[in-house]
């Protein structure tokens, strides 16, 4: 089991998976950079935000970790209660990839918009219908800046301005609610 942010070394065993639980921090990147193919639980209730030289990326519920995605990460951010698992059949490799790339798009077409506050303004929307606000609130804001290219003070802006309301993350459907 790993825990957040003092975890011991490990390499994530094929016979048992590795387990965040509740904990926010950053972890070993030993078993990304290892080129394993790894994948995020499908329905757990967290992510996981991997910084890059000069970026962060984001693996949410059913994602791919490691392998070629991961190679040059500098460091990883868990989120909220993560599990992951060996991605062992072709389908499971599939599937992964393919909500890697899934995350990666979303994050994509928020960084491509043109505006810097706005584009703040979209990435904690998506962290928070990821997420819920609560376990986005948690997330460094270094770290959400990084993922869209913005100044953490545009980040904090964002935040101070967003509706008060609160959302909630439903573990068995992923689904988000939103309470005024």
Known sequence: MLS???APKS??????PAQAKGNHGFLPIDSLKSGQVLRLAPHC??????????????????????????IECKAVYAIGKIQLLPARSFDERQHSYQKRIEYTQSLTEIAS?????????????????????????K???????????????TVILAWRQRPAQTTTVNP???????VH
């Open 172 to 178: 068995a459907t992923m689904e988000t609610l939103i």
């Open 11 to 16: 390499e994530f065993p094929s016979e048992s």
């Open 4 to 6: 957040a942010p003092h």
């Open 139 to 153: 997330v460094p804001i270094e770290l959400i800046a990084q993922m869209v290219g913005v100044l953490p003070r």
């Open 113 to 137: 918009t043109l505006s810097p506050l706005h584009r703040a303004h979209l990435i904690v929307n998506q962290l928070c219908q990821w997420l819920g606000i609560e376990e986005a609130r």
């Open 45 to 70: 209730p967290g992510g996981l935000i991997i910084q890059k030289p000069f970026f962060a990326d984001f693996a949410g519920p059913g994602a791919a970790v490691g392998s070629s995605f991961d």
